[in-house]
Antibody, heavy 118, light 108 residues
Framework: QVQLVQSGAIMKKPGASVNISCRAS????????ISWVRQGPGQGLEWMGW????????DYAHNLQGRVTMTTDTSTNTAYMEVRSLTSDDTAVYYC???????????WGQGTLVTVSS | EIVLTQSPGTLSLSPGERATLSCRAS???????LAWYRQKPGQAPRLLMY???TRATGIPARFSGGGSGTDFTLTISRLDPEDFAVYFC?????????FGQGTKLEMK
């Protein structure tokens, strides 16, 4: 069955960077785009960007350009996202999601809580 | 950027009742690029509908999607206890990918 398993919760200090992983299984990894979405405490969902797992092409949300990098390792079927220059506003649960068809998200990782605090 | 506004913010109903959730876009969007998700506390969202009208795999027939242009709806014909959760609409156009702020469906 399709599974996306993310790395565990992590705490970082302001100004630091965080790297989150998302390991896919149960389907051909390079056939589907991986997107990243985050959700602040008690907040709604924010699309962060996506990466083509076959070409490496990326598309980032405008407000995050310059601070986020998405990559993949096709040898391990794993997607990664790095967020730099963290502030308290980046405290959120971060999700990876398989992008189905023209862009909806049909399978999600379990989420990774990133807490930014001094 | 297209803004999605969901209403009501909270909907209080009982199991067995019918629920209708609304999602209004700030400009006309293609139904091809409209989805709905359900999120239970502490869980990741789950895809319910895509292309506005198509149920995702494993989603029961009590869920249906409607609307076009700027106004879309998600209808749950008979509420099951597992349906009490937060629902998000989502537009995934080429130049704009946004979510609505959510509708909380709570048990009366």
């Amino acid at each position: 069955q399709v599974q996306l398993v993310q790395s565990g919760a992590i705490m970082k200090k302001p100004g630091a960077s965080v790297n989150i992983s998302c390991r896919a299984s149960g389907y051909p990894f390079t056939m589907f785009v991986i997107s990243w979405v985050r959700q602040g405490p008690g907040q709604g969902l924010e699309w962060m960007g996506w990466i083509s797992t076959s070409t490496g092409y990326t598309d980032y949300a405008h407000n995050l350009q310059g601070r986020v990098t998405m990559t993949t390792d096709t040898s391990t079927n794993t997607a990664y996202m790095e967020v730099r220059s963290l502030t308290s506003d980046d405290t959120a649960v971060y999700y990876c999601a398989r992008t189905h068809g023209v862009g909806d998200f049909d399978f999600w990782g379990q989420g990774t809580l990133v807490t930014v605090s001094s | 950027e297209i803004v999605l506004t969901q209403s009501p913010g909270t909907l209080s109903l009982s199991p067995g009742e019918r629920a209708t959730l609304s999602c209004r876009a700030s400009q006309s969007v293609s139904s091809t690029y409209l989805a709905w998700y359900r999120q239970k506390p502490g869980q990741a969202p789950r895809l319910l509908m895509y292309g506005a009208y198509t149920r995702a795999t494993g989603i029961p027939a009590r869920f249906s999607g409607g609307g076009s242009g700027t106004d879309f709806t998600l209808t749950i014909s008979r509420l099951d206890p597992e349906d009490f959760a937060v629902y998000f609409c989502h537009h995934y156009g080429r130049s704009s990918r946004t979510f609505g702020q959510g509708t909380k469906l709570e048990m009366k």
